[in-house]
């Protein structure tokens, strides 16, 4: 049974930072696409960051990059999060699929057929 659990949210100030971890169980494909997700009250989820295991690895929405890394240990995958905003504040979560596809609003159903996590909430105060 895959199971992906997240751990590292928290609260913090606008600069800070945190690192989110996702522990994955239980995949057995050797080719995977995990991606990070996040999600506002009121707003839609949206792809905030994903990596894979083929080229090209990662790859970020326009609203994280040069501020969010992504990257993956054994059957960790971790998003480390710097110079937060207030825009931040989201419960995140970790999907993971044996493909991979962008992380536009237009692909959400591609990655809601995955196995996700419960989330991590995420809180930055300005």
């Known amino acids: 049974q895959v199971q992906l659990v997240e751990s590292g949210g928290g609260s913090v100030q606008a600069g800070g930072s945190l690192r989110l971890s996702c522990v994955v169980s239980?995949?057995?494909?050797?080719?995977?696409?995990v991606g990070w997700f996040r999600q506002a009250p009121g707003k839609e989820r949206e792809g905030v960051a994903r990596?894979?295991?083929?080229?090209?690895t990662t790859d970020y929405a326009d609203s994280v990059k040069g501020r969010f890394t992504v990257s993956r240990e054994k059957n960790t995958v971790y998003l480390q999060m710097n110079s937060l905003k207030s825009e931040d504040t989201a419960m995140y979560y970790c999907?993971?699929?044996?493909?991979?596809?962008?992380?536009?609003?237009?692909?959400?159903?591609?990655?809601?057929?995955?196995?996700w996590g419960q989330g991590t909430q995420v809180t930055v105060s300005s």
């Open positions: 999907a993971i699929r044996p493909a991979c596809a962008p992380l536009g609003l237009r692909f959400i159903d591609f990655w809601r057929q995955g196995n």
């Open positions: 239980g995949y057995t494909y050797s080719f995977y696409c």
């Open positions: 990596i894979s295991t083929s080229e090209p």
